[in-house]
């Protein structure tokens, strides 16, 4: 595989699910391609019910597409098998949001660690112990955490294991499904600079699934943005959010948290501009799925599905007026985790910052 072949491809992939009572099927993602590198972290941002967990099920075979392919490392696994699935845990891993529920309370740190070594590489008790060890070291945790049970660990704790439960193999992709979501502002700083250092340490690929932009800013080098199953917008994360060209990304923006209370405010009465009602996902007519909340909707809008389309501002955007309008005003410098603190966040401010000349060079 080439530096330049995806760690894992993603083409025009369309989950559906049956429902009762003679409805159409549910649209859960419809025509979704992304790409995630070696060490490259791809967001996929977008409200609940855009589909971005069912994205992250059906890479994991636990949703089966009705259309598209999935590839890992150049292999097709879209309709993989039990045992390829079982092979492919040891290069494919996820995190999951709570990290509350994620980990057996009846076995010990050391059996939940273990236990891939023991399947997958037939460790001796010693060897797998020596692993764990340092897999807790790694994630910031005490050797002596091992014999302990996940009642004794805190939210963040416990998602440390989580996160080195998910490293035990040394995979190459791990898909973070809102993995800061239930932890404490505090404790969500320290388990996403956990993952970018893990991430600068072993070249691990993330896709980061989460509904705060400000997070999956920080966190990611391209950012997918979602609505109702389809991609809205796609592109570097510091160009769509210094510089978004489609009104839902700009609505997202505009609900990130800022520290300044009155630019908040004026961003709260704008967001409530844009976003004038929610509408079903069982409502999408044949134009832009984005229409019905959408203040700058036209007739073309409400009848014609905007394609995919290369904005000069760096992006790719499905709208049919990506062109005609300006909305980088919003203003995003400040479109960063409160959780965030630190060096590498200033430094976030101030790329997310940079005039859009600086940004195109
Ligand atoms: Fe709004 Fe029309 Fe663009 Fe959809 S295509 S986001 S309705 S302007």
């Known amino acids: 595989m080439s530096a330049e072949t995806p760690l894992l491809k993603v083409t025009d992939l369309a989950v559906h699910f049956r429902r009762r009572g003679g409805l159409p099927p549910l649209r859960a993602v419809d025509g979704v391609s992304l790409d995630v590198m070696p060490g490259e972290t791809v967001g996929l941002v977008g409200e609940s019910g855009s589909g ?3 994205i992250g099920r059906a890479i994991l075979g636990l949703d089966r597409p ?5 590839r890992f490392d150049d292999r097709d696994i879209t309709d993989a098998t039990p045992s390829e699935r079982r092979r492919l845990s040891t290069e494919l891993q996820v995190v999951f949001q709570d990290p509350y529920s994620s980990l057996d309370p ?3 740190v050391y059996q939940t660690l273990s236990e891939p070594l023991i399947v997958h590489q037939r460790m001796s008790k010693s060897e797998s112990a020596a692993q764990v060890a340092t897999a807790l070291e790694r994630v910031g945790l005490p050797h002596n955490a091992a014999s302990n049970y996940p009642a004794a660990f805190s939210g963040g704790q416990r998602q440390r294991i989580a996160i080195a439960r998910a490293l035990m193999l040394s995979p190459r992709v791990v898909i973070c499904d809102e993995v ?5 502002l505090s404790i969500q700083a320290q388990v996403l600079n956990l993952l970018r250092t893990l991430q600068a340490e072993f070249a691990i690929g993330y896709l980061f699934i989460s509904h705060d932009i400000a997070v999956v800013r920080y966190m990611s080098h391209r950012i997918v943005v979602l609505y109702q199953g389809e991609v809205m917008e796609v592109g570097p994360a510091s160009l769509i959010t210094a510089t978004p060209a489609h009104p839902y990304t700009r609505a997202l923006l505009s609900a990130a948290p800022v520290p300044d209370p009155v630019r908040q ?8 501009k844009t976003i004038r009602s929610n509408v079903s996902i069982d409502e999408k007519g044949p134009g832009c799925p984005f229409a019905p909340r959408c203040p700058y909707a036209l007739d073309i809008c409400r009848s014609v599905r905007p394609e995919l389309d290369i904005d000069p501002r760096g992006t790719t955007v499905a709208c049919h007026r990506h062109l005609d309008l300006d909305l980088a005003h919003v203003g995003t410098a400040g479109a960063v985790p409160a959780a965030a603190q630190g060096d590498d966040v200033r430094r976030a401010r101030l790329r997310t910052g940079r005039s859009r000349s ?4």
């Open 52 to 54: 971005k967990t069912t």
């Open 66 to 70: 009705v259309a598209g392919s999935i």
């Open 106 to 108: 009846r076995r010990t």
């Open 180 to 184: 800061a979501s239930a932890l404490d």
């Open 265 to 272: 405010a004026r961003l709260r009465s704008e967001r409530e």
């Open 358 to 361: 600086e940004q195109q060079h």
